[in-house]
Protein backbone atom coordinates (compact mmCIF):
# COMPACT_ATOMS: atom_id res chain seq x y z
CA UNK A 1 0.00 0.00 0.00
CA UNK A 2 1.15 3.47 -0.83
CA UNK A 3 1.91 5.89 1.64
CA UNK A 4 -0.71 8.16 0.09
CA UNK A 5 -3.63 5.24 0.49
CA UNK A 6 -2.43 4.63 4.30
CA UNK A 7 -3.04 8.18 5.05
CA UNK A 8 -6.39 8.22 3.83
CA UNK A 9 -7.07 4.84 5.57
CA UNK A 10 -6.10 5.98 8.53
CA UNK A 11 -7.92 8.69 8.11
CA UNK A 12 -11.32 7.38 7.70
CA UNK A 13 -10.86 5.22 10.78
CA UNK A 14 -10.08 7.91 12.85
CA UNK A 15 -13.16 9.75 11.71
CA UNK A 16 -15.37 6.45 12.50
CA UNK A 17 -13.93 6.12 15.95
CA UNK A 18 -14.46 9.34 16.73
CA UNK A 19 -18.47 8.88 15.70
CA UNK A 20 -18.50 5.92 17.32
CA UNK A 21 -17.54 7.33 20.33
CA UNK A 22 -19.96 10.65 20.26
CA UNK A 23 -22.63 7.97 20.46
CA UNK A 24 -21.76 5.93 22.63
CA UNK A 25 -22.12 9.41 24.82
CA UNK A 26 -25.46 10.64 23.44
CA UNK A 27 -27.60 7.68 22.80
CA UNK A 28 -27.72 7.24 26.73
CA UNK A 29 -29.02 10.25 26.81
CA UNK A 30 -31.56 9.77 24.29
CA UNK A 31 -32.83 6.79 25.66
CA UNK A 32 -33.13 8.41 29.14
CA UNK A 33 -34.90 11.35 27.70
CA UNK A 34 -36.78 8.70 25.97
CA UNK A 35 -38.26 6.76 29.09
CA UNK A 36 -38.61 10.21 31.17
CA UNK A 37 -41.31 11.51 28.21
CA UNK A 38 -42.86 7.82 28.12
CA UNK A 39 -43.55 8.54 31.83
CA UNK A 40 -45.06 11.64 31.73
CA UNK A 41 -47.95 10.18 29.37
CA UNK A 42 -50.87 9.38 31.84
CA UNK A 43 -52.47 6.29 31.60
CA UNK A 44 -55.95 6.02 31.39
CA UNK A 45 -57.73 5.38 34.53
CA UNK A 46 -60.13 2.12 34.40
CA UNK A 47 -63.42 2.71 34.43
CA UNK A 48 -65.87 1.22 37.17
CA UNK A 49 -68.18 -1.43 36.29
CA UNK A 50 -71.68 0.12 36.90
CA UNK A 51 -73.36 -1.11 39.93
CA UNK A 52 -76.66 -2.54 39.82
CA UNK A 53 -79.55 -0.19 40.82
CA UNK A 54 -83.14 -0.73 42.13
CA UNK A 55 -85.00 -0.08 38.85
CA UNK A 56 -88.76 -0.56 40.05
CA UNK A 57 -88.65 2.17 43.65
CA UNK A 58 -92.16 0.51 44.28
CA UNK A 59 -90.28 -2.60 45.65
CA UNK A 60 -89.04 -0.52 48.08
CA UNK A 61 -91.30 -0.75 51.76
CA UNK A 62 -90.70 1.12 54.69
CA UNK A 63 -92.31 -1.55 56.93
CA UNK A 64 -89.39 -2.16 59.07
CA UNK A 65 -89.07 0.82 62.17
CA UNK A 66 -85.63 1.38 63.85
CA UNK A 67 -85.36 2.43 67.52
CA UNK A 68 -81.77 4.60 67.27
CA UNK A 69 -80.02 2.78 70.74
CA UNK A 70 -80.21 6.63 72.27
CA UNK A 71 -83.83 5.83 72.29
CA UNK A 72 -84.10 9.45 70.99
CA UNK A 73 -86.43 8.55 67.66
CA UNK A 74 -87.74 5.20 65.67
CA UNK A 75 -86.98 5.28 61.59
CA UNK A 76 -87.89 3.46 58.78
CA UNK A 77 -85.49 1.29 57.67
CA UNK A 78 -86.30 0.73 53.22
CA UNK A 79 -86.46 -2.98 52.47
CA UNK A 80 -83.65 -4.17 51.38
CA UNK A 81 -81.16 -1.67 53.27
CA UNK A 82 -79.55 -3.02 56.42
CA UNK A 83 -78.43 -0.32 59.61
CA UNK A 84 -74.61 0.21 59.49
CA UNK A 85 -73.92 1.35 62.31
CA UNK A 86 -74.80 4.25 65.20
CA UNK A 87 -73.71 6.70 67.78
CA UNK A 88 -74.66 9.50 70.07
CA UNK A 89 -72.07 12.34 71.37
CA UNK A 90 -73.17 15.00 73.05
CA UNK A 91 -75.22 17.02 70.28
CA UNK A 92 -76.10 14.09 67.92
CA UNK A 93 -77.57 10.81 67.39
CA UNK A 94 -76.99 9.11 64.08
CA UNK A 95 -77.60 6.22 61.99
CA UNK A 96 -76.45 4.86 58.95
CA UNK A 97 -78.35 2.76 56.48
CA UNK A 98 -76.95 1.43 53.45
CA UNK A 99 -77.64 -0.65 50.18
CA UNK A 100 -74.52 -2.70 49.71
CA UNK A 101 -75.58 -4.08 45.91
CA UNK A 102 -75.59 -0.85 45.01
CA UNK A 103 -73.36 1.78 47.22
CA UNK A 104 -76.06 3.50 48.41
CA UNK A 105 -76.50 5.18 52.14
CA UNK A 106 -78.88 6.82 53.64
CA UNK A 107 -77.76 8.80 56.80
CA UNK A 108 -79.63 10.41 59.51
CA UNK A 109 -79.44 12.81 62.38
CA UNK A 110 -81.34 14.09 65.09
CA UNK A 111 -79.53 17.22 66.90
CA UNK A 112 -79.13 20.38 69.32
CA UNK A 113 -78.31 22.74 66.15
CA UNK A 114 -77.20 25.38 69.21
CA UNK A 115 -78.20 28.01 67.62
CA UNK A 116 -81.56 30.46 67.39
CA UNK A 117 -83.93 28.87 64.80
CA UNK A 118 -86.81 30.83 63.83
CA UNK A 119 -87.47 29.74 59.87
CA UNK A 120 -86.31 27.22 58.20
CA UNK A 121 -83.93 29.39 55.72
CA UNK A 122 -81.58 29.80 58.99
CA UNK A 123 -80.41 26.28 58.66
CA UNK A 124 -78.38 28.24 55.67
CA UNK A 125 -76.41 29.32 59.06
CA UNK A 126 -76.01 25.45 60.24
CA UNK A 127 -75.10 24.57 56.81
CA UNK A 128 -71.53 25.97 55.98
CA UNK A 129 -68.80 24.93 54.10
CA UNK A 130 -66.97 24.04 57.18
CA UNK A 131 -69.90 22.00 58.28
CA UNK A 132 -70.45 20.29 54.81
CA UNK A 133 -67.01 20.06 54.15
CA UNK A 134 -66.71 17.68 57.57
CA UNK A 135 -69.76 15.78 56.81
CA UNK A 136 -68.04 14.55 53.33
CA UNK A 137 -64.55 13.67 54.41
CA UNK A 138 -65.26 10.18 53.53
CA UNK A 139 -65.32 11.68 50.05
CA UNK A 140 -62.63 12.18 47.62
CA UNK A 141 -64.20 15.51 45.92
CA UNK A 142 -67.74 17.63 46.75
CA UNK A 143 -69.36 20.17 45.72
CA UNK A 144 -72.95 21.62 46.79
CA UNK A 145 -74.75 22.09 43.22
CA UNK A 146 -78.48 23.39 44.87
CA UNK A 147 -80.30 24.65 48.04
CA UNK A 148 -83.48 25.75 48.37
CA UNK A 149 -86.54 25.64 50.75
CA UNK A 150 -89.50 23.80 49.81
CA UNK A 151 -92.94 22.84 51.93
CA UNK A 152 -90.74 24.22 55.18
CA UNK A 153 -87.96 21.88 54.35
CA UNK A 154 -84.37 23.01 53.71
CA UNK A 155 -83.04 20.93 50.80
CA UNK A 156 -79.25 20.50 49.06
CA UNK A 157 -78.13 18.82 46.17
CA UNK A 158 -74.68 17.58 45.94
CA UNK A 159 -71.93 15.87 43.25
CA UNK A 160 -69.43 13.67 44.61
CA UNK A 161 -66.65 11.87 43.47
CA UNK A 162 -64.75 8.43 45.23
CA UNK A 163 -62.56 5.62 43.84
CA UNK A 164 -63.04 6.97 40.75
CA UNK A 165 -67.28 6.70 40.56
CA UNK A 166 -69.34 9.55 40.67
CA UNK A 167 -72.39 9.82 43.32
CA UNK A 168 -74.86 12.17 43.32
CA UNK A 169 -76.96 13.33 47.12
CA UNK A 170 -79.95 14.94 48.50
CA UNK A 171 -80.83 15.94 52.20
CA UNK A 172 -83.73 17.59 53.62
CA UNK A 173 -83.52 19.32 57.06
CA UNK A 174 -86.21 20.63 59.62
CA UNK A 175 -86.73 21.71 62.97
CA UNK A 176 -89.06 22.16 65.80
CA UNK A 177 -88.96 23.37 69.12
CA UNK A 178 -86.91 20.13 70.61
CA UNK A 179 -84.36 18.95 67.77
CA UNK A 180 -83.42 19.85 64.16
CA UNK A 181 -83.77 16.75 61.82
CA UNK A 182 -81.62 16.16 58.73
CA UNK A 183 -82.09 13.01 56.64
CA UNK A 184 -79.19 12.59 53.81
CA UNK A 185 -79.63 9.82 50.77
CA UNK A 186 -76.64 9.01 48.58
CA UNK A 187 -76.20 6.92 45.77
CA UNK A 188 -73.82 6.39 42.09
CA UNK A 189 -74.93 9.12 39.91
CA UNK A 190 -77.57 6.74 38.12
CA UNK A 191 -79.60 6.14 41.06
CA UNK A 192 -81.65 9.26 41.15
CA UNK A 193 -85.30 7.75 41.70
CA UNK A 194 -84.11 5.31 44.18
CA UNK A 195 -82.37 8.48 45.88
CA UNK A 196 -85.43 10.76 45.77
CA UNK A 197 -87.98 7.89 46.89
CA UNK A 198 -85.60 6.52 49.76
CA UNK A 199 -85.33 9.97 50.80
CA UNK A 200 -88.93 10.98 50.76
CA UNK A 201 -90.05 7.55 52.74
CA UNK A 202 -87.42 8.00 55.32
CA UNK A 203 -88.07 11.34 56.34
CA UNK A 204 -91.80 10.83 55.80
CA UNK A 205 -90.98 8.24 58.46
CA UNK A 206 -88.71 9.62 61.06
CA UNK A 207 -90.32 10.05 64.72
CA UNK A 208 -88.72 11.86 67.47
CA UNK A 209 -89.40 10.70 71.44
CA UNK A 210 -90.10 14.04 72.20
CA UNK A 211 -90.82 13.23 75.84
CA UNK A 212 -86.32 12.87 76.23
CA UNK A 213 -86.28 16.48 75.11
CA UNK A 214 -84.85 17.61 78.09
CA UNK A 215 -82.10 14.77 78.65
CA UNK A 216 -78.68 14.35 77.53
CA UNK A 217 -78.24 13.48 73.72
CA UNK A 218 -75.35 10.98 74.58
CA UNK A 219 -77.25 8.87 76.80
CA UNK A 220 -78.00 5.31 75.65
CA UNK A 221 -81.34 3.38 76.24
CA UNK A 222 -82.92 -0.02 77.17
CA UNK A 223 -85.66 -1.32 75.85
CA UNK A 224 -87.94 -4.68 75.30
CA UNK A 225 -89.65 -5.00 72.60
CA UNK A 226 -92.27 -7.36 74.27
CA UNK A 227 -93.21 -4.91 76.92
CA UNK A 228 -92.36 -1.62 75.25
CA UNK A 229 -91.13 -0.60 78.37
CA UNK A 230 -87.25 1.84 77.98
CA UNK A 231 -84.81 3.79 80.33
CA UNK A 232 -82.55 6.44 79.02
CA UNK A 233 -79.15 6.28 81.44
CA UNK A 234 -75.66 7.59 80.53
CA UNK A 235 -72.84 6.00 78.15
CA UNK A 236 -70.93 4.84 81.33
CA UNK A 237 -73.70 2.36 82.23
CA UNK A 238 -73.71 -1.21 81.23
CA UNK A 239 -77.27 -3.78 80.90
CA UNK A 240 -75.76 -6.83 82.65
CA UNK A 241 -78.20 -8.68 82.68
CA UNK A 242 -81.40 -8.93 80.26
CA UNK A 243 -83.95 -10.85 78.12
CA UNK A 244 -86.91 -10.14 76.12
CA UNK A 245 -89.40 -9.92 78.01
CA UNK A 246 -87.60 -10.41 81.60
CA UNK A 247 -86.22 -8.48 83.53
CA UNK A 248 -83.34 -6.61 83.09
CA UNK A 249 -79.99 -5.07 85.17
CA UNK A 250 -78.49 -1.83 84.49
CA UNK A 251 -75.70 -0.33 86.26
CA UNK A 252 -73.36 2.55 87.06
CA UNK A 253 -70.72 4.08 89.29
CA UNK A 254 -72.49 3.00 93.01
CA UNK A 255 -76.24 2.45 90.52
CA UNK A 256 -78.01 -0.23 89.91
CA UNK A 257 -81.38 -0.27 88.34
CA UNK A 258 -83.88 -3.32 87.66
CA UNK A 259 -86.56 -3.30 85.21
CA UNK A 260 -89.35 -5.27 85.19
CA UNK A 261 -93.23 -5.75 84.93
CA UNK A 262 -95.69 -7.74 87.32
CA UNK A 263 -99.01 -8.28 86.87
CA UNK A 264 -101.99 -6.20 88.50
CA UNK A 265 -102.27 -2.51 88.86
CA UNK A 266 -101.45 -0.47 91.68
CA UNK A 267 -104.54 1.83 91.80
CA UNK A 268 -103.18 4.59 94.91
CA UNK A 269 -100.13 5.72 96.84
CA UNK A 270 -100.55 3.20 99.52
CA UNK A 271 -100.35 0.02 96.61
CA UNK A 272 -97.31 2.09 95.67
CA UNK A 273 -95.78 1.82 99.15
CA UNK A 274 -97.06 -1.58 99.78
CA UNK A 275 -95.30 -3.25 96.31
CA UNK A 276 -91.56 -1.72 97.99
CA UNK A 277 -92.00 -2.81 101.20
CA UNK A 278 -92.91 -6.92 99.37
CA UNK A 279 -89.81 -6.34 97.29
CA UNK A 280 -87.91 -5.17 100.45
CA UNK A 281 -89.13 -5.64 104.36
CA UNK A 282 -86.58 -3.44 105.67
CA UNK A 283 -87.36 -0.51 103.00
CA UNK A 284 -88.36 2.69 104.41
CA UNK A 285 -90.92 4.85 102.44
CA UNK A 286 -89.65 8.58 102.58
CA UNK A 287 -91.81 10.32 99.26
CA UNK A 288 -94.34 9.00 97.64
CA UNK A 289 -95.39 11.55 94.44
CA UNK A 290 -98.03 10.82 91.80
CA UNK A 291 -96.60 10.77 87.89
CA UNK A 292 -97.97 10.84 84.60
CA UNK A 293 -95.74 9.80 81.69
CA UNK A 294 -97.05 9.49 77.95
CA UNK A 295 -100.75 8.65 79.04
CA UNK A 296 -99.39 5.95 81.83
CA UNK A 297 -99.96 6.60 85.52
CA UNK A 298 -98.44 5.69 88.53
CA UNK A 299 -95.96 6.86 91.26
CA UNK A 300 -92.42 7.68 92.32
CA UNK A 301 -91.81 6.09 95.42
CA UNK A 302 -88.29 7.21 97.49
CA UNK A 303 -86.91 5.24 100.28
CA UNK A 304 -83.81 4.46 102.27
CA UNK A 305 -82.03 0.99 103.15
CA UNK A 306 -78.92 -0.39 105.12
CA UNK A 307 -76.59 -2.56 103.92
CA UNK A 308 -75.21 -5.90 105.51
CA UNK A 309 -72.46 -3.40 106.03
CA UNK A 310 -74.40 -1.01 107.60
CA UNK A 311 -73.89 1.40 104.59
CA UNK A 312 -77.32 3.62 104.02
CA UNK A 313 -78.67 3.22 100.67
CA UNK A 314 -81.19 5.03 99.08
CA UNK A 315 -83.66 4.23 96.33
CA UNK A 316 -86.09 5.22 93.95
CA UNK A 317 -88.90 3.07 92.31
CA UNK A 318 -90.86 4.30 89.09
CA UNK A 319 -93.94 2.10 89.26
CA UNK A 320 -96.31 2.84 86.38
CA UNK A 321 -99.64 1.14 85.39
CA UNK A 322 -99.11 -0.52 81.86
CA UNK A 323 -101.95 -1.96 79.69
CA UNK A 324 -103.26 -5.35 79.78
CA UNK A 325 -102.91 -5.84 83.53
CA UNK A 326 -99.40 -5.46 83.70
CA UNK A 327 -97.25 -2.77 85.64
CA UNK A 328 -94.02 -1.68 84.58
CA UNK A 329 -90.95 -0.57 87.34
CA UNK A 330 -87.79 0.90 87.14
CA UNK A 331 -85.96 0.48 90.75
CA UNK A 332 -82.67 2.01 91.56
CA UNK A 333 -80.49 2.02 94.26
CA UNK A 334 -77.70 4.10 94.99
CA UNK A 335 -74.45 3.09 97.25
CA UNK A 336 -73.46 5.16 99.99
CA UNK A 337 -76.23 7.76 99.78
CA UNK A 338 -78.52 8.72 102.46
CA UNK A 339 -80.43 11.63 100.86
CA UNK A 340 -84.16 11.12 99.89
CA UNK A 341 -83.70 10.87 95.90
CA UNK A 342 -86.99 12.53 95.58
CA UNK A 343 -85.60 15.68 97.87
CA UNK A 344 -84.14 17.91 94.91
CA UNK A 345 -82.96 20.76 97.88
CA UNK A 346 -80.39 17.86 98.46
CA UNK A 347 -78.77 18.03 94.87
CA UNK A 348 -78.30 21.66 94.63
CA UNK A 349 -76.29 20.34 91.12
CA UNK A 350 -79.25 18.81 89.72
CA UNK A 351 -80.78 15.48 91.06
CA UNK A 352 -79.31 13.33 88.31
CA UNK A 353 -81.13 9.93 89.89
CA UNK A 354 -84.63 11.78 89.37
CA UNK A 355 -83.70 12.68 85.63
CA UNK A 356 -82.52 9.09 84.75
CA UNK A 357 -85.71 7.09 86.63
CA UNK A 358 -88.23 10.23 85.01
CA UNK A 359 -87.21 8.65 81.01
CA UNK A 360 -88.49 5.41 81.91
CA UNK A 361 -91.79 4.75 79.94
CA UNK A 362 -94.15 2.41 77.76
CA UNK A 363 -93.62 3.23 73.61
CA UNK A 364 -96.67 3.04 71.45
CA UNK A 365 -97.14 -0.14 70.16
CA UNK A 366 -97.66 0.79 66.63
CA UNK A 367 -94.11 -0.80 65.09
CA UNK A 368 -91.97 -3.09 65.76
CA UNK A 369 -89.07 -1.03 66.96
CA UNK A 370 -85.46 -2.68 66.87
CA UNK A 371 -82.86 -1.52 68.50
CA UNK A 372 -78.43 -2.91 67.36
Do not use: C
Amino acid sequence: MDRTLQKRVTFVFGIILAVAMALSLVLPLLSQNAGLHTQAIPTDQPTPTPLPQIQDVSDINFDESYLHPSGLYTVAVPSEWTVANSYANFNEAQVSIEHAPSNSITEVRVMDADMPLEAVEDLDNLFTSGWLESSWRSFASWEETNRFVEDGEHIMSFNLELNNRNFIARQKAWFDDDWTYIVRVITPDLGSDMLLFVLDGVSDSLEPNAQFADTPISWSSYFDDTTRHIIRYPQDFSVTDSAVGAPATIVGDGIAMRVETIAGAISDESAAQDWVTSWRSDAEIQTVEPVESDGYTGYLVSYSLMTLDGESEAGLAMILNGSNEQVHVANMQVANESNDLLDDTAFPDGNAYREIIETFTVLPDTAVATAE
